[in-house]
């Protein structure tokens, strides 16, 4: 038994490497096509160009560039609230990394720093303990912040950049 | 009839709590359908069209617990409107002008507005219990008014709700007199959290069991409230993140070492996979844990936490885990009743992780297994076969195959056969979901042998209406019904309409039934609402009969077309 499936384009001849339950050579049954015709799904995602509910993107594509994998809506049938929660996970571990400016009192050059890079490590500031200078970071309000003071997850998503100052001017932002 | 007074009836009715069994029992006299209906606590609604509020407070005057289902299941996967219905309001309003003594109310995919919280909140006297599974419509006002006017609350639990966070501090209300909380989850909740007043909520909380943080709790805060929690039972982490040479992680270490009745363990959205040890002392007494939202758990790290856990029955995790993943399960979990395995790349088709593999290792080595939901890249007869040999025990079985229509991989058969193996060997199946190729075969093996069966999800299946009728005539407990993109039409929609009335609903998206076979589906049928969601405009009135329902929804009522159906639903 066979279940239709109608392909995007032509250029990439899927039609060649295409799995079905026929014999090499035999055509496909058009009653399906015809359901699927009529029924011009709304519903797929922009990328999609073909008319069926269904693109079917067999193993042997992966060499390929796939086509836009038409996503059928409500499939996999995964609650809107967990896909939701787990793409924005994918979203923010995926970002590619970030970058702030670095700037040390009395030094004449800036440097950069990939703050991704420190996953959870707020240990860089205890290396500062003891010494003249404090890190700072200004964030998104445009105020200078003591490094430290919040969960990492907060600095992270609001530090726009990042300053050594000297310990006598850092004094004003709280404990060291 | 009676040889007992009413009293003593009804002392021996207080036994039975079963929905299905006072149903029963309400049914065998007028007698005792008086004495039960003026006993009964606890109702279950499980489609909130089926009858009006007033139609329960009716029959239920004494009621106290009411669950309530709103739209169909098919909503959870977007095939639904947003605006489709479901909503809650008019039913606080009936109980609330009717003065219902309401003190738990269990919610699942209805639509609650603020304003239905706050009149809720200000009500019931007694109120104890809110449980919302999968709804909207609200934000943290809603839950502030909750927090600030039932003064015994013990339950607040929010699954999987989206709720708008506004952000207020919205813990801060509840009042220092509040003392009586048991249940708290928000793990759902996306906004900041104040972290002294939830520390101090709990502090004031001594019968606190269940404790579920949401994101915006970081480690040291959680520190902080497991010293003053350590009776806690089920812990669900907030951000799971520091630095493991830390102070604020050796303290938690150490408080978790004190919290020895934790049983249940979740969250973990946000994860240091270097700070799991912490966890580890406690993972000997866990039965249940849901690692299903936490995809930095993986790997090794994953495969250590759960080398710790052999008491385990209830497991939910990503396909991240593997097959080889799955095989440690097997040996490691022994007392193993239900499994869930969730794709951690919830749009790729082709990447997950599991196969069939892994499915057969844990049915080989967790003989307790009676629940599960499974999504994989693929399934052969020959795996689902044995399956059903080493599990006769399954309850439910929902079997996700990512590509939604592919056959066994190895003999490119459909897979009837293994499926029908499942429902052959599986005497007390309750709800199965089918994926795959699959023909008309394989729901001739299901009207022939699954007897109890309540719930079937079809989805891309069947080559006829034959399919659909096996399943009609054979299944006699089917209760929901739920087919999307399979070819069955009027033929097999129109066989038995009476069937329908033994059911709760049927749902029937992007199949063969036309307008025509609908309307006649609904002509003198009173006790059944037969509803067209009507999209993008594309069937009106003067359509030809013979176009193609899109979504079709029909569900069986007392209380005939709903008033609140949007425009686009038209009951017929």
Known sequence: ?176 | MNYFPDEVIEHVFGFITSHKERNAVSLVCKSWYKIERMSRQRVFIGNCYAISPEGVIARFPELKSLTLKGKPHFADFNLVPHDWGGILYPWIEAFAKSRVGLEELRLKRMVVSDESLELLSKSFVNFKALVLVSCEGFSTDGLAAVAANCRFLRELDLQENEVEDHRGHWISRFPESCTSLVSLNLACLKGEINLSALERLVARSPNLKSLRLSRAVPLDALQKILMRAPQLVDLGTGSFVHDPASDAYNKLKATILKCKSIKSLSGFLEVAPRCLSAIHPICHNLTSLNLSYAPGIHGNDLIKLIQHCRKLERLWILDCIGDKGLGIVASTCKELQELRVFPSDPYGVGNAAVTEEGLVAISAGCPKLHSLLYFCQQMTNAALITVAKNCSNFTRFRLCILDPIRPDPVTMQPLDEGFGAIVQSCKRLRRLSLSGLLTDRVFLYIGMYAEQLEMLSIAFAGDSDKGMLYVLNGCKKLRKLEIRDSPFGDTALLMDVGKYETMRSLWMSSCEVTLGGCKTLAKNRPMLNVEIINEDDQIDFSSDDRQKVGKMYLYRTLVGPRKDAPEFVWTL
Do not use: H
Request: charged share 30%.
């Open chain 1, 1 to 176: 038994m066979e279940r239709l499936v109608k392909y995007e384009s032509d250029d990439l001849n899927l039609k060649a490497t295409e799995l079905r339950l026929g014999l090499p050579g035999s055509d496909e049954p058009e009653k399906l096509s015809s359901r699927s015709n009529k029924r011009a799904s709304p519903e797929i995602s922009q990328e999609s160009k073909s008319n069926s509910s269904v693109s079917y993107g067999g193993n042997d594509e992966q060499d390929s560039a796939p086509p836009a994998k038409a996503q059928v809506v409500g499939w996999p049938p995964i609650r809107s609230y967990r896909k939701n929660t787990l793409q924005a996970k994918k979203n923010e571990s995926d970002g590619a990394g970030m970058y702030v400016k670095v700037s040390m009192d009395g030094a004449p050059y800036l440097r950069k720093i990939d703050l991704k890079v420190y996953k959870c490590e707020y240990s860089e500031r205890e290396g500062y303990n003891g010494s003249e200078y404090a890190p700072t970071y200004e964030d998104k309000d445009g105020d200078w912040m003591l490094v430290g003071d919040v969960p990492w997850n907060m600095f992270i998503n609001s530090c726009k950049r990042l300053r050594i100052m000297k310990g006598s001017e850092a004094i004003g932002l709280g404990c060291a």
